[in-house]
């Protein structure tokens, strides 16, 4: 991926399946990608979606614009008609090839917690050459943490201070901290602690 198409979701499906599974692997190199979740392209693949949908009913899903950011047009769902209701209501009259793209993923819902709360790190890199890979990455980073403790009861799915880590839905918090960006860190270690679904230590200091 080079310049803008690194800024897009869905760079990486192309559209017509499930993203990630029509990468193509190197000569002799396995491609592992179960670590990534179902993720669909809409609407250009909402029929398969929807097949995928119905196998597991009770699953949520994350929606995303590809063209957005800041956390701008994200919200969960788990229930095919809230995607009809966001189909009707984005673009109504509006043809399918004009609606704005977003992608779907399958809901990590017993994500790696830290103090009980959803964070995420990034840690940046560059990749200069595929063959032989190359890749230098950046002495700091830093991590963004959910205001709230994270729960996946379906009655949250509509807070974005438990679900999404991006800084500019949390400083809409009432116990957001500016100094710090909501528990923004440098990260330059990994944390000693976690737990899936369960809370656990504070980070260690930087």
């Not at 993203?19 to 000569?27: E, H, T």
């Not at 959910?146 to 800084?167: F, G, P, Q, R, W």
């Not at 909501?182 to 270690?189: D, I, M, S, V, Y």
Request: hydrophobic content about 35%.
């Amino acid at each position: 991926l080079v310049g803008s198409e690194m800024c897009i979701r869905d760079s990486g499906g192309g559209g017509g399946g499930a993203i990630g599974a029509g990468l193509p692997a190197l000569p002799d190199e396995r491609v592992d990608l179960d670590f990534l979740p179902a993720t669909y392209l809409l609407p250009a693949d909402y029929s398969l979606f929807v097949e995928e949908f119905r196998r597991n009913p009770a699953q949520m899903w994350i929606m995303k614009p590809t063209s957005r950011a800041q956390g701008k047009g994200i919200f969960i769902i788990n229930k095919l008609t809230q995607i009809k209701k966001w189909a009707q209501s984005s673009r109504p009259n509006a043809p399918q090839v004009q609606r704005e793209a977003y992608v779907i993923s399958r809901y990590i819902d017993d994500p790696l917690l830290i103090g009980g709360k959803k964070f995420d790190l990034r840690i940046y890199a560059v990749v200069p050459n595929y063959r032989p890979l190359k890749v230098h990455v950046h002495r700091h980073g830093f991590a963004r943490f959910c205001s709230y403790k994270y729960t996946n009861d379906v009655t949250t799915i509509d807070n974005e201070y438990i679900h999404l880590t991006n800084v500019a839905i949390q400083k809409h918090a009432d116990d957001y901290n500016s100094s710090h960006g909501g528990a923004r860190r440098h990260a330059r270690r990994r944390p000693r602690g976690g737990t899936r679904g369960a809370g656990c230590a504070r980070p260690p200091s930087p």
